[in-house]
Structure formats: C-alpha cells, structure tokens
C-alpha cells in the first residue's frame, strides 16, 4: 500500500512570497489533515477535511493560509504572504474516517524555511 | 477544547533499562489514544494506539495503559534499543459529529545510550 506522499520537501522563500504543499493520501482514506510543526513542538491542526469539505479549520490563520481539496482526494495548502513565524514542517496525514475515530497515515512532511 | 500535556520532555535510559512516558488529557469524550514515533527528518509513525473500553494493550516491548477515571495514559517501552531513540508524541482523538477531533501531546525527545 503506497504512504501518504507530500511535494516538495523542502523549501526556502523570503517572507512576503508564496508557496504551496501538495498531499496526495492513501487511496480511499476520506479525511486528510494538514498539520504544521514547529521545531520541538507536537503537530498542530491546521485543517481537516472530510472528502472535499472542510470539517475544522478553526486554527488556521485564514488571512494568508488557504487550503483545497479539489475531488476529494488530492490537497493544496497554500500560504500568501509567509512570515518568518511561517518556518515550520507541514505535516499531511490521512485516516480512513468514520465512525470510529481511527489510524492516522502521516507523509514526510515538508520543511519551510522562510528568511 | 481538548488540552494534552505529555511528561518528560527529555528521557534519557541506558540500554535495556524501561522508559515510561505519561500523558494527560482534559476531555472526557476522547476514546482514541495512539502512540507516535517520529524519526528525524520523517512523519510521526504509529506504535500502539488504546481505545476508551481497554484498560491494557501490549505488543512486545511496548506497552500502553489508560486511566479513563484519572484522565491519563502512559506508554511503556521495555528492554530498550538504541534505535528506540526518537520522539514521542501521544495523542487524544475522538469521533463525533461526522469528524474526529484530534490534539497531540509536545513530545519526548527518548535518547537510549548504548
């Protein structure tokens, strides 16, 4: 069974530019997160999605992150303008669904650095 | 919301000897409780996970016990290797109203001296 991939794995930008994080996760896991580390910290929920909608994004700073999932399978997050606060991984993990809560499959992540 | 506080942040043990990590949690609705272990450079990867209706579950050397009354649960690592040293981050999750809520721990940095 083919993991949760994630592109690319790392980036380097200046505050004030614009990247994004693809996640492509197992095939027919229906909730995706996206989750953001900080160096010596525990993941953070961004956001969750259950197929193509958005079920919690209560923690995700919506002025400059914004996050897709076009069909239900593949996912984008995005953040327009960075800031150095920004430099973090970006988790992606998938989990089958409902209705019991279950397994999470992490990616490998994608480091950003922001100078 | 949930809160997880997760003890030590930094475990150092020679080898052979046992590590215990201890989580607590505030939300009483939580029912899942896994274990990850993140390498350097790589995704948190499950170990063991508990569900609400189980007080023990154990596979070789690793070891998982929850509190329900208590709010609290520990991983166990016995007979420990070198290639045990990573960090650990617990989580509390639950499933509930068509999604599951998940909130980790900080993590234990688990250094094993040969």
């Known amino acids: 069974e083919a993991g949760v991939a994630q592109s690319p794995r790392y980036k380097i930008i200046e505050k004030r530019q614009s990247v994004a994080f693809w996640c492509n996760p197992i095939?027919?896991?229906?909730?995706l997160y996206w989750y953001q580390q900080i160096l010596g910290q525990g993941p953070k929920l961004l956001i969750q999605?259950?197929?193509?909608?958005?079920?919690?994004d209560s923690q995700l700073p919506k002025d400059r992150f914004s996050a897709e999932r076009l069909k239900g399978v593949d996912s984008t997050l995005k953040i327009q303008p960075a800031k150095l606060e920004d430099s973090a991984v970006y988790l992606c993990?998938?989990?089958?669904?409902?209705?019991?809560?279950?397994?999470?499959?992490f990616g490998p992540g994608t480091r950003l650095t922001v100078t | 919301g949930e809160n997880v506080e997760q003890h030590p942040s930094t475990l150092s043990v020679q080898e052979g000897d046992s590590a215990v990590i201890k989580c607590t949690y505030s939300?009483?609705?939580?029912?899942?409780f896994p274990w990850y272990k993140q390498e350097l450079g790589k995704g948190p990867q499950l170990i063991i996970d508990?569900?609400?209706?189980?007080g023990e579950k154990k596979d070789q050397r690793i070891a998982v016990t929850l509190n329900k009354t208590a709010k609290h649960f520990s991983l166990h690592i016995t007979e420990t290797q070198p290639e045990d040293s990573a960090v650990y981050f617990c989580?509390?999750?639950?499933?509930?109203?068509?999604?599951?809520?998940?909130?980790f721990g900080t993590g234990t940095k688990l250094q094993v001296i040969p």
């Open positions: 993990a998938s989990t089958f669904g409902q209705p019991l809560a279950a397994e999470q499959y």
């Open positions: 095939s027919g896991h229906a909730t």
């Open positions: 999605f259950q197929n193509n909608g958005v079920v919690d």
């Open positions: 939300d009483s609705a939580s029912n899942y």
């Open positions: 508990i569900r609400s209706n189980v």
């Open positions: 989580a509390a999750m639950r499933g509930s109203g068509g999604y599951q809520k998940v909130t």
